[in-house]
């Protein structure tokens, strides 16, 4: 796995809780909540910008965080994250496919 395709990983891990939420017959405890509003269509749409917008904050900073470039709780430090087959991914790496994926839409 390179950085990249762990950067990605979170981004379609975030892609489908969102489709899991507002647009899946498989229900959920999240998506039961959001049904139990009885929104229109126009209040879905805007619930679903908000609850995308806080996933892309959280899966965001925590790749920042585990590539040293953001804090997690109150610590700022780099940590070492390596694939099965011994493959660093973080380190700095991390940072650029991340902004690419969560921020450069």
Known sequence: ???KQFAEGFY?????????YFNSTEQT??????N???LDSEKKKVLKK???GALTDAFYTILLGLD???QIGTRQETYS???????ELAGGEIEGHAWEYFQNK
């Open 81 to 87: 994250i390596k694939d099965e087959e011994g493959n």
């Open 29 to 34: 405890v999240v998506s039961e909540l959001i």
């Open 68 to 70: 040293g470039e953001a």
């Open 1 to 3: 796995m390179t950085p």
């Open 36 to 38: 139990s509003l009885d």
């Open 12 to 20: 379609l891990e975030k892609q489908q809780l969102i489709e899991l």
């Open 50 to 52: 908000i609850v995308d």
